[in-house]
């Protein structure tokens, strides 16, 4: 029998269901929330009350463009946390509920491992560029960086982490003291590939291992910017690209080192990328630019992958269901945690 799978992802703004048989995708919804435009961030009760209005006609939506009955599904899968919350408690309980009503399993999902596990979605039979155990992935969104070693499906040990604030939230962060929209991610790439990245040196930290921090970075940038519109209040809107390619390479390289440093280290020239700073053009070149000069065999997201979604949630409940590993009703919503 088909082993199909509806998966369920509300940990921020972005509510999602995704349907999945046999490993291939058959059906993937996103409704995301644009409320949070006007307030340079997520506020995370317009987030709650938007998931609630959305989780049922996105649930619907997938089922409908899966061509999958409900009755037909083998179980329901979520994302349990981390996350805000508020989102995670509509997700949560609306999967449960539903799971518990057609006599199903349920299976919570971690969604950092979610988004590694992203590079396992088949989107037709002959789809198979996946990545071999063990492979390395630098995992790198607005609340985690982090090289993460994956051993197998169900085991992936932390190497390195951000010891304060993840890559994107740093993006988000400089991208607002420069006035520019919410999130900054996406508005920063567009710039920085009109801009010179050599233009402006911001500081590098030194941080021991495979750790990352991102917290001086931006301090830096935020008093070279104050420095500079000083002299000139109109400095940032001309040069805005210049400063966008700086940031940008700023953060690839740090990235990069200690990816770098992390492959030699482990001999694992598997490398793949997740997360929402994986749409990042600057850091998908650094990877192709990798692979043909140190040899290593990268996996880069397709774009609807690198930001949250269900169909990572739903692979992800896949191959925990492959291993009979479900979740009682009584095991609640997390907000903080990194993966096992
Ligand atoms: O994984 P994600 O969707 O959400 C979580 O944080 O869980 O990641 C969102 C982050 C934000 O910081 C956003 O600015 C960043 O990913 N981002 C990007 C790009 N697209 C999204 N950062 C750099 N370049 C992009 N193209």
Same mark, same amino acid.
């Given at each position: 029998?088909?082993? @199909? ?7 921020? =703004? ?9 490993g ?5 919804? @996103? ?16 987030a709650?009350?938007? %998931?609630?209005?959305n ?7 997938a089922?409908?463009r899966?061509g999958?009955a409900?009755?037909?599904l083998s179980?329901? /899968? ?7 919350? &508020? ?8 999967a ?7 006599g ?10 979610? %988004?590694?596990?992203?590079?396992? @979605?088949?989107?037709?039979e002959?789809? %198979?560029?996946?990545?071999h ?8 969104? &607005?609340?985690?960086s982090?090289?993460i ?11 390195g982490?951000?010891?304060?604030d993840?890559?994107?939230e /740093? ?11 919410y999130?900054?991610?996406? @508005? ?10 050599g233009?402006y ?9 495979? =750790? ?5 970075l ?20 001309? %040069?805005?690209e210049?400063l ?5 390479k700023?953060?690839?390289?740090i ?9 030699k280290?482990?001999g ?18 650094a ?22 979604n269900a169909?990572?949630?739903a692979?992800?409940?896949y ?11 009584d ?10």
């Amino acid at each position: 029998m088909d082993t @199909i799978i509806l998966g369920i992802e509300s940990s921020c =703004d972005d509510t999602s269901a995704a349907v999945i048989r046999d490993g291939v995708l058959l059906s993937s919804v @996103i409704a995301s929330q644009a409320v949070h435009e006007a307030y340079g961030g997520v506020v995370p009760e317009l987030a709650s009350r938007a %998931h609630q209005q959305n989780i049922v006609p996105v649930v619907h939506e997938a089922l409908k463009r899966a061509g999958v009955a409900k009755e037909q599904l083998s179980a329901v /899968a979520f994302t349990r946390g981390p996350g805000l919350m &508020g989102s995670l408690l509509v997700g949560v309980s609306f999967a449960k509920g539903f799971a518990r009503a057609l006599g199903i399993p349920m299976v919570d999902v971690n969604h950092l491992q979610g %988004h590694v596990l992203a590079h396992f @979605i088949k989107e037709s039979e002959a789809d %198979h560029d996946q990545p071999h155990f063990p492979f390395l992935c630098l995992l790198v969104s &607005g609340g985690n960086s982090q090289i993460i070693r994956v051993n197998a499906y169900n085991d992936m040990e932390v190497i390195g982490q951000t010891i304060d604030d993840a890559a994107g939230e /740093a993006i988000d962060k400089c991208s607002k003291v420069m006035g520019l929209g919410y999130p900054g991610g996406p @508005i920063i790439d567009r710039l920085a590939r009109q801009g010179n990245p050599g233009a402006y040196i911001f500081s590098k930290p030194h941080i021991p291992g495979f =750790d990352y921090s991102f917290s001086g970075l931006k301090t830096s940038f935020l008093y070279s910017l104050r420095e500079w519109v000083k002299e000139d209040p109109d400095f940032i809107e001309h %040069h805005k690209e210049d400063l966008a390619a700086s940031l940008e390479k700023t953060i690839v390289d740090i990235l990069m080192d200690k990816l770098r440093a992390a492959v030699k280290a482990t001999g694992i020239r598997e490398v793949a990328v997740a997360g929402g700073v994986s749409a990042n053009n600057g850091l998908r070149n650094a990877f192709r630019e990798h692979a043909s000069k140190y040899g290593w065999r990268i996996f880069i997201p397709k774009f609807g992958y690198t930001t949250d979604n269900a169909a990572m949630i739903a692979i992800t409940g896949y191959f925990k269901f492959l291993d009979k590993d479900f979740c009682t009703i009584d095991k609640p919503a997390y907000a903080r945690v990194t993966i096992k």
